[in-house]
Nanobody, 130 residues
Framework: QVRLVESGGGSVQAGGSLRLSCATS????????LGWFRQSPGKEREGVAS????????YYTASVRGRFTISRHNGKNTLDLQMNSLQPEDTAMYYC???????????????????????WGQGTQVTVSS
């Protein structure tokens, strides 16, 4: 049984940093894509960052590129998201996600797509105040 548990959320002021972590069990992080998504009230869940096999390809949505860094630790089966220069618009519930699909069936254009991922954590809240 695959289980994903996020931690590290909290409240910070604009310009601050947070590091989210996702502990996985029943899943090998090196096998397929892992990602971070976020969702604020009234909005759709948005792909923020993902990391995929075949050389650890990294994908970021445009609004976080240069501020957020995704990384995974194969030995610990964990996934992290370092978030710097946080802005109020980054406020959301952040979710860890994992895919069971092989990379060759996902491809670049689907690395941040909601439909790519079939395992989800419960989420951790990030609140950024101005």
């Amino acid at each position: 049984q695959v289980r994903l548990v996020e931690s590290g959320g909290g409240s910070v002021q604009a310009g601050g940093s947070l590091r989210l972590s996702c502990a996985t069990s029943g899943y090998t992080v090196s096998n397929s894509c892992l990602g971070w998504f976020r969702q604020s009230p009234g909005k759709e869940r948005e792909g923020v960052a993902s990391i995929c096999p075949a050389g650890d390809k990294l994908y970021y949505t445009a609004s976080v590129r240069g501020r957020f860094t995704i990384s995974r630790h194969n030995g610990k089966n964990t996934l992290d998201l370092q978030m710097n220069s946080l802005q109020p618009e980054d406020t959301a519930m952040y979710y860890c996600a994992a895919s069971s699909r092989a990379w060759r069936l996902i491809g670049h254009t689907s690395a941040l797509s909601f439909s790519t991922y079939n395992y989800w954590g419960q989420g951790t809240q990030v609140t950024v105040s101005s």
